[in-house]
T-cell receptor, first 110, second 114 residues
């Protein structure tokens, strides 16, 4: 029972590099989202999607891109990494308001 | 817009103590309310939920009652264990406008000592 799977779990980048955090879910949920979690800041919504082909910005979208070509996958792209993007990133899908989270991806930007 | 306010932590208790973590919300209509728990190094997972006024959600000895008159959803447990040490998040999902976007509180860290 996979649920929501995120890869990689850990990543170190240099400033200016780009990368993609992968997220896949096997529950056929329409709604998917990306959050970042920083100490003392709680969870902040980056981008979300209500179905394949539909994405929208959350609270902190700058520096991130998303696409949703299939129901299952919702990758998050960092275009040009900055130290301020050092964080733990969580992908989540939702059904009837309940969120199902991945285990997180810890990103460090040097 | 919708908002969730929960008590700041950390909350530090001895094993077998009574726990209350306060959560109040602002929302129009009749939102669904949730408590999530995040154990160290893990993602969040649903602890309990309530979808209408006066509903009581319960799981693993934790309880919370949806109080519309006080717009609250306080989390309680009669006797905490060391294994309950985690961060607890209160959240709501609005009922108006078809919004899928949940609103989270900032989280409350619970530390339980033996």
């Amino acid at each position: 029972n996979a649920g929501v799977t995120q890869t990689p779990k850990f990543q170190v980048l240099k400033t200016g590099q780009s990368m993609t955090l992968q997220c896949a879910q096997d529950m056929n949920h329409e709604y998917m989202s990306w959050y970042r979690q920083d100490p003392g800041m709680g969870l902040r919504l980056i981008h979300y999607s209500v179905g394949a082909g539909i994405t929208d910005q959350g609270e902190v979208p700058n520096g991130y891109n998303v696409s949703r070509s299939t129901t299952e996958d919702f990758p998050l792209r960092l275009l040009s990494a900055a130290p301020s993007q050092t964080s733990v990133y969580f992908c989540a899908s939702s059904y009837l308001g309940e969120l199902f989270f991945g285990e997180g991806s810890r990103l460090t930007v040097l | 817009g919708d908002s969730v306010t929960q008590m700041e932590g950390p909350v530090t208790l001895s094993e077998e103590a009574f726990l209350t973590i306060n959560c109040t919300y602002t929302a129009t209509g009749y939102p669904s309310l949730f408590w999530y728990v995040q154990y160290p190094g893990e993602g969040l997972q649903l602890l309990l939920k309530a979808t209408k006024a006066d509903d009581k959600g319960s799981n693993k000895g934790f309880e919370a009652t949806y109080r519309k008159e006080t717009t609250s959803f306080h989390l309680e447990k009669g006797s905490v264990q060391v294994s309950d040490s985690a961060v607890y998040f209160c959240a709501l999902r609005g009922s108006s406008g078809g919004s899928y976007i949940p609103t989270f509180g900032r989280g409350t860290s619970l530390i339980v000592h033996p």
